[in-house]
């Protein structure tokens, strides 16, 4: 039973152009997610999270929104670029859990 | 400062032999999670240790296995290996559990069972 989804493999995007990847969960007890990014042979690296209690969360070109109604958040990258290509992982805890990951969508944004 | 090593980066090894793998966190961070990386599945976690002892424990089976040194050094063995153990073995470290956005991930063990 997969409690975070990320429904999407892949996604391209044109270099300017926003990049909007999807991430959906089903546990409601999870009350904090967060973003990674990783590039080949490197691990993940943190990019940006968001508590339940907050709807949106900025980071220069990166934000995340989270509908808990819905139990789907949302990372935009604004503008794109070349350098974001890389696969992005959702993951998602609750207090006193480890991390749950999704399996990940692959963004390759072009020049 | 230097980040989180694993070695060995790369691992060959025949169905039915176990393995052994090890990650040096953060100097001063004391808690040590390993997931398991496929690309069917995703990350999925296996362990996390905090002052040599485990914390939590992922759906694995009992081949899979750690530990963690007083130094905060961790290994994780797998027993008995199989062709779907082939994966990268990610190890990631922080100060304390729950900091889930100061986990720092090291770059890998790549196991390939033949």
């Known amino acids: 039973d997969q409690q975070v989804k990320q429904n999407s493999p892949s996604l391209s995007v044109q270099e300017g152009r926003i990049s909007i990847l999807n991430c959906d969960y089903t546990?409601?007890?999870?009350?904090?997610f967060l973003w990674y990014k990783k590039y080949p042979a490197e691990g993940p690296t943190f990019l940006i999270s968001?508590?339940?209690?907050?709807d949106k969360n900025e980071d220069g070109r990166f934000t995340v929104f989270l509908n808990k109604s819905a139990k789907h958040l949302s990372l935009h990258i604004v503008p794109s670029q070349p350098g974001d290509s890389a696969v992005y992982f959702c993951a998602a805890k609750q207090a006193g859990t480890a991390l749950i990951f999704g399996k990940g969508t692959t963004l390759s944004v072009s020049s | 400062k230097a980040g989180v090593t694993q070695t060995p980066r790369y691992l060959i090894k025949t169905r039915g032999q176990q393995v052994t793998l090890s990650c040096s966190p953060i100097s001063g961070h004391r808690s040590v999670s390993w997931y398991q990386q496929t690309p069917g599945q995703g990350l999925q976690f296996l362990f996390e240790y905090f002052s040599e002892t485990q914390r939590n424990k992922g759906n694995f089976p009992g081949r899979f296995s750690g530990r963690q040194f007083s130094n905060s050094r961790s290994e994780m063995n797998v027993s008995t290996l199989e062709l779907g153990d082939s994966a990268l073995y990610l190890c990631?470290?922080?100060?304390?559990?729950?900091?889930?956005?100061?986990?720092?991930f090291g770059p890998g063990t790549r196991l390939t069972v033949l």
């Open positions: 546990n409601s007890m999870f009350d904090y």
């Open positions: 990631a470290s922080s100060l304390a559990p729950g900091l889930a956005n100061e986990q720092f």
């Open positions: 968001i508590s339940s209690i907050k």
